[in-house]
């Protein structure tokens, strides 16, 4: 079996973000970037899934499709565990261009598995998991929270409202998985680190694909009024303000 991770190259958490270009682009100076973190999660599950041999996993490869700078943290994800990696070399102009860019590559080079996160932490789309199985025809389990290969069979588990929900699919397959999928993220060792710098990374070109959206603006929440500080002792003051001002009682 072959699994592919599909990986996007996101903002750190901790990025306080800037636009640029009239409001119209993500500021990427001086941005840390590191694997989105559902990805990091499905990347951990399917290294844990290959190290059962009863799974038959021969390969885990990372996708990005991303510029030059998304190498670093392919890398990382060699350094974690991923056998090979492929960069399709192009800016990810939104979730259409992502998943058709993906879907050419994978209409000629297979994987059994395909795994994509819940959504990017930077764009939060929650879009190109289930295009990229519509452009391949192949199905589409969101959600996951569990993932388990039994006798060649897949068994997902998703977390639905006040329950659970199980259920196998036909591979090949697209499992786009959420929180739960795996513990905590795997942490790259030393070993890792060094073994990552020979593994393959393979540069691709894109095909042509029109986006078919466009950002026109972003917009920042307001910035928060400054904080009132009040002396413990008085409650009074404390009261008043509480309803007379932030009417919250
Ligand atoms: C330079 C730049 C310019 C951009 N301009 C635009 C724009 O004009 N309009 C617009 O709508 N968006 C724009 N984007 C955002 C970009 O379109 C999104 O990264 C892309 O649409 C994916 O959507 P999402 O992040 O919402 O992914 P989601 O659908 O939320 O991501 C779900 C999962 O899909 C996979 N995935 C997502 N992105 C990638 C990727 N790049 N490679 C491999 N797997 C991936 C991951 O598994 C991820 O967990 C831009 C991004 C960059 C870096």
């Known amino acids: 079996m072959k699994i592919l991770i599909c990986l996007s190259n996101v903002p750190d ?5 800037k636009f640029v270009n009239d409001n119209t682009a993500f500021d990427t100076t001086g941005v840390q970037w590191i694997i989105n973190p559902w990805d990091e999660l ?4 399917a290294i844990e899934l290959k190290s059962n041999a009863a799974n038959s996993i021969e390969n885990i490869t990372v996708i990005t499709v991303g510029k030059n700078d998304a190498e670093p943290t392919m890398r990382k994800a060699l350094a974690i565990g991923a056998d090979d990696a492929v960069r399709i070399d192009a800016d990810p102009t939104d979730a259409y261009f ?3 860019q993906i879907a050419e590559y994978v209409k000629s080079n297979p994987f059994d598995i395909i795994f994509s996160g819940i959504e990017s932490s930077d764009y939060n789309g929650s879009a190109v998991g289930g295009m990229l199985a519509e452009f391949l025809e192949i199905p589409s389990v969101s959600a996951i929270s569990n993932f388990e290969i039994e006798n060649g069979a897949v068994k997902i588990t998703r977390d639905i409202d006040g329950g659970k929900e199980q259920l196998t699919s036909t591979l090949p397959m697209v499992a786009t ?6 513990k905590e993220p795997m942490i790259a060792a030393m070993r890792g680190i060094m073994m990552a710098r020979k593994k393959p990374l393979n540069v691709v070109a894109p095909i042509e694909v029109d986006a078919l959206t466009e950002i026109t603006n972003f917009e920042m ?7 009132k500080m009040i002396d413990p002792e008085n409650v009074k003051e404390l ?3 509480l309803q007379n001002e932030a009417k919250v009682i």
């Open 13 to 17: 958490t901790t990025t306080k973000a």
């Open 42 to 45: 499905a990347l951990t599950r």
């Open 98 to 100: 992502v998943a058709a």
């Open 177 to 182: 998985v959420q929180k739960g999928i795996a």
């Open 221 to 227: 929440p307001q910035a928060k009024p400054p904080c």
């Open 239 to 241: 009261v008043d303000l």
